[in-house]
Structures are given as structure tokens and as C-alpha cells.
């Protein structure tokens, strides 16, 4: 097998991506300069698929955006200096967009490649180059406006993960009256019996890599996290078109919109694309891009982590399903035994955030031991509190969160003697200001959200104290 030399390469190309109503298969393709083809499949259950004119240029138009955004995936493989767009044109709007969902959710990526993106990307703006497509179908140049569809009656379609999150959307949708479909993309085991366990209906989206994009990984290719929420974000504002929903939901806390602090770098936000920044400019983009009536937005966007763990621990339907812990979901390789590894950040962050809100036996029931009594677990809990290292690049709060957490655990007769909580006590809090390890804010919900009013009204009283 020849090496992949990433340097060698100069310009990505989006090629076509095109969508089959019979089969409910999308194809998404690109290459590197003269490269083979390298195709992304999806397939969206429902088919055979009878679109009217209006909703069939609307799955287009969102086709070609998922197109652009899930081709981070490969540009990634050589961050060439050339960018092509060839079977249609984009505007300037898109293109914006599309920059900063490269830079900022190739943040990581970028920072742990020791390669700096900011200003080096480029979507070029205009007419394609190498065919042409009929007017109706065009994505608008220049910010036209798209038409409103004919509606359905409301409808939400809402991401499940598998985790905390989702399920604590789901259960406050339900008890808002609000009719949802829980979808997911991939074939995670995991996800089903959550989705299973909701008894909703449920739409699990199929998802395939390119094979090549594994074979350039073995030979060199540059690699590393990309914004996985925006494609999966793309992928179910097309499933929702498809399948007459209006609203496409999210489970993204307001501390996703928080990175860690690199000493020298600055904010490197592993989960840029569940922040509130993508969240904004996407919706805001679909409206006047794709529908000016389907709905994007996060049910969790006003509430920290540690408001989200209180409004979990209210709920036990899912204890004995769920997980947060990532290693559940590769795609390539082993899957774990145990549904919590124990010893990464996601499972250290879930079981301190949820500690103060839970009954300890419930809580050591769900992960099958007490983290907080394992002292060899300290380096990773110090982490999570930003002392003596950053926060990790993970899906994990903000430091002053776990600081909090902690701090109520101290305080707790049933916490308090356990090492890692002990060690707190002693060597870590008396160098924090009050101010440094408070909760009374981090229960306050903002005002930076995107979720309608009549769904606002109904879900704020359920997250009450
Ligand atoms: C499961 C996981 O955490 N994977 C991350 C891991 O990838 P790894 O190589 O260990 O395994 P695979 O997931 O099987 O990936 C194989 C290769 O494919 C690439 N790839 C995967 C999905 C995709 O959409 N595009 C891809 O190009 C991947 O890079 C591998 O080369 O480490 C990778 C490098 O750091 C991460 O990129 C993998 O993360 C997945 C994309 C993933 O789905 N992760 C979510 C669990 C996740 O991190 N969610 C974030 C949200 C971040 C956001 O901004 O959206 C979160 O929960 O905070
Ligand atoms: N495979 C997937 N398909 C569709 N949406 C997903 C998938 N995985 C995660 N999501 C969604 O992406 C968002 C971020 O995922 P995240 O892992 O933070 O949430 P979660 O799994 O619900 O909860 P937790 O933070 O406890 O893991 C959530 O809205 C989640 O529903």
C-alpha cells in the first residue's frame, strides 16, 4: 500500500450528490484532485417517497447543504488549498456559513495537527462550473427567499444520542403535548433500545462512509475530530422534509457553547458545532436557504449541564438503557462490554454531574461503582475542574460546573468521605473564591435560544427547581 501524502494534494471537490425517492438512498461524492470518487450513502426509511414540486426543491436544496457540510469529513483527510464546487453554484451566505463550520468545528482538528485553518479556506462563490441545473432546483444565489411549504400539523422530529440529553428533551416534549418522532443516524445498538424504550415512533437513518476515506486514514491521511452534530443536523433537516416534520430538535446544552482554554492558543471548543453559534446560523440558514418553515433548534439550549443532570435524575425510566459514555460509538472497531467505560471524561463529567441530584445507590447502580471513591481517578476529575490542566476536549460542562458539582458533593453526608470528594475538600477548594465554585447561576436559564414561543411557554415551568 502506497503512502497518502496530504501535502501533495491541491484542491477538494465536491462533485454531486443526488437523491433517489424510490429508495430513500442519497449519495453524497467528492474527490481529491484526479482521485477516485469517494461517495457518502445515506438511506432514509419511508420510501417510495411522493414529493410535490415545493418539497422536492426543498429536499434538494437541503441535500446539497448536507452535501457541503458532510464533506468535512474528507476535505479533512489533506485540508488542501483548493476548494471546487462543480455540479451547482453557492452563495455568498453559504459560503460564510460553510467557513465557519470548517474552521471552527475543524478547531480541534486543527490544534492537535499543530495547522492552522483560520483564513485559509475558501468556498468559491457562484456558478458551477461544470453543469447546469434546472432553475427550480438551484440553490438561490444571492439570498432570494425560499417558499413556505404546505403544512402538515406540527410536528418534531428530535435527535436521540443515547444518552442524558436527548431523553430529557423527549420526556419534557411529551409532557408539553408536543408530537415527536425520535430519529437517529447510524446503526448504534445502543441508541435503538433508548429510542425502543421511549415508545415513540422512531426513523433511524442509515449512514456509510466512504471506505476510501478508512484506506487514505491507513495510508497517512491527516485525521482527527470534525463537527459531527452540524452533519447530523443536515441529515435530519432532510429526513424532516422528507417525512413532513417542521421542526428538527436538538439536545444541546448552553455549555457546549464553551471550549477549553489552550495556555497559548486561546479556545479550542471540541463541541463547536452544538454551540449556540452553529445553532443560530444554521437555522437561520435553512429558513432562508431551504424552507422558510422548517424549524431548527436545541430544547436545551437555555439550561447549563448541571440543570440538565437535575432535570435527568427526575426521570428513572431510562436508567438501565441509556449511555453517555462515547466509546459506545465507533463506527469501526470493538464496542465496549459495559455500556460505561469509567474512565473517560464523559463518564467521569456524567456521574459527578449527576451525583448531587441522584440517590447514591441509584447512581453506583447505573455505573456499577462509585467514581468518586477510585483516587486513581483524579487526574481526570482535576480536568473537569480546570486545575492543573484544561478541560478535556470532550462533551463535557464547563469547569466552574464541575467545581460546583463538587463543592455540593462536600458538603453531602453521603459524598464526603469518598477520596476524590475528600481530596477536594482539602487540597483544591481553599484556592477557589466562593464565586469560583457557586451554583445559584448555573441553575438560571438564558436567553439565548431559538425555540418557539409556544414550546418555551409550556417547557420552562417543566425545569423548574
Ligand atoms: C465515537 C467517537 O467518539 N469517535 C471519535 C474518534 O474516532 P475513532 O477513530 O476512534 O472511531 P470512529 O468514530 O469509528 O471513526 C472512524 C474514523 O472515521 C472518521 N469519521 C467518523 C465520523 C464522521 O462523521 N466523520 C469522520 O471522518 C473519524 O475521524 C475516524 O477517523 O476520534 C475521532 C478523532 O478525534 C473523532 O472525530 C470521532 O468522533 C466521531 C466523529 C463522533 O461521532 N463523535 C461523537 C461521539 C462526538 O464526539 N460528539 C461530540 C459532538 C461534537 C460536535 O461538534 O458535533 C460530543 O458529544 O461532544
Ligand atoms: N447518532 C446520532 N444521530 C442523531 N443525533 C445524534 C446522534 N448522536 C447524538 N445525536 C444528537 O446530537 C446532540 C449531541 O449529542 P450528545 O451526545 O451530547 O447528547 P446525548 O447523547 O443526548 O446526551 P449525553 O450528553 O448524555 O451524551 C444531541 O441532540 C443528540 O441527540
Not at 433508548?194 to 491527516?222: D, K, Q, V, Y
Request: aromatic share 10%.
Amino acid at each position: 500500500m502506497t503512502d497518502f501524502d496530504p501535502g501533495a494534494v491541491r484542491a477538494f471537490r465536491f462533485l454531486d450528490c443526488r437523491f433517489d425517492p424510490a429508495t430513500g438512498e442519497a449519495g453524497l461524492d467528492y474527490a481529491f484532485d484526479d482521485g477516485p470518487v469517494m461517495t457518502e450513502v445515506l438511506r432514509f426509511p419511508g420510501a417510495p417517497f411522493d414529493l410535490d414540486d415545493e418539497r422536492a426543491g426543498a429536499v434538494q436544496r437541503a441535500l446539497r447543504l448536507l452535501h457541503l457540510l458532510a464533506g468535512v469529513s474528507y476535505y479533512k483527510a489533506a485540508v488542501p488549498p483548493d476548494i471546487r464546487i462543480e455540479a451547482y453554484g453557492i452563495d455568498d451566505d453559504t459560503a460564510a456559513l460553510l467557513t465557519s463550520v470548517y474552521e471552527n468545528g475543524l478547531g480541534e482538528f486543527a490544534y492537535r495537527n499543530g495547522i492552522s485553518l483560520r483564513g485559509k479556506i475558501h468556498f468559491p462563490v457562484g456558478a458551477s462550473g461544470l453543469k447546469s441545473l434546472p432553475q427550480e432546483t438551484s440553490a438561490p444565489v444571492g439570498g432570494t427567499s425560499v417558499p413556505m411549504l404546505s403544512k402538515p400539523p406540527p410536528k418534531a422530529l428530535v435527535a436521540i444520542g443515547g444518552g442524558k440529553d436527548s431523553l430529557v428533551s423527549i420526556e419534557a416534549l411529551r409532557a408539553a403535548g408536543v408530537d415527536q418522532t425520535v430519529a437517529w443516524v447510524g446503526g448504534s445498538p445502543l441508541i435503538a433500545a433508548c429510542a425502543a424504550r421511549t415508545g415513540l415512533p422512531t426513523l433511524n437513518i442509515g449512514r456509510s462512509l466512504s471506505p476510501l476515506l478508512f484506506e487514505l486514514n491507513r495510508r497517512g491521511a491527516l485525521n482527527g475530530h470534525i463537527p459531527v452534530t452540524a452533519v447530523n443536523s443536515a441529515i435530519l433537516a432532510v429526513a424532516a422534509l422528507l417525512t413532513g416534520h417542521d421542526q428538527v430538535v436538538f439536545s444541546n446544552e448552553r455549555s457546549a457553547s464553551y471550549g477549553s482554554l489552550i495556555p497559548g492558543t486561546g479556545e479550542v471548543n471540541h463541541q463547536w458545532s452544538k454551540g449556540w453559534d452553529f445553532e443560530r446560523d444554521f437555522a437561520a440558514h435553512l429558513r432562508s436557504h431551504v424552507a422558510a418553515d422548517l424549524h431548527y433548534y436545541s430544547l436545551l439550549r437555555p439550561f447549563s449541564e448541571l440543570a440538565v443532570a437535575r432535570q435527568f435524575a427526575r426521570i428513572d425510566r431510562y436508567d438501565a438503557h441509556f449511555s453517555s459514555c462515547n466509546r459506545n460509538f465507533h463506527l469501526l472497531g470493538e464496542r465496549p462490554a459495559q455500556r460505561w467505560c469509567g474512565v473517560c471524561p464523559k463518564c467521569h463529567f456524567v456521574f459527578l454531574a449527576l451525583a448531587p441530584f441522584m440517590p447514591k445507590p441509584r447512581l453506583m447502580g447505573i455505573f456499577g461503582r462509585n467514581l468518586l471513591d477510585e483516587p486513581e481517578q483524579a487526574a481526570g476529575f482535576d480536568a473537569l475542574m480546570e486545575y492543573r490542566d484544561h478541560k478535556p476536549f470532550e462533551c463535557v460542562g464547563e469547569g466552574r460546573e464541575s467545581r460546583a458539582a463538587m463543592e455540593l458533593l462536600a458538603g453531602s453526608p453521603a459524598w464526603r468521605e469518598d477520596a476524590l470528594v475528600r481530596r477536594y475538600a482539602r487540597e483544591i477548594r481553599p484556592q477557589l473564591e466562593p464565586s469560583e465554585r457557586g451554583l445559584a447561576s448555573l441553575l438560571e436559564p438564558s436567553d439565548d435560544h431559538g425555540i418557539p414561543d409556544t414550546v418555551w411557554e409550556r417547557l420552562r415551568a417543566n425545569f423548574g427547581a
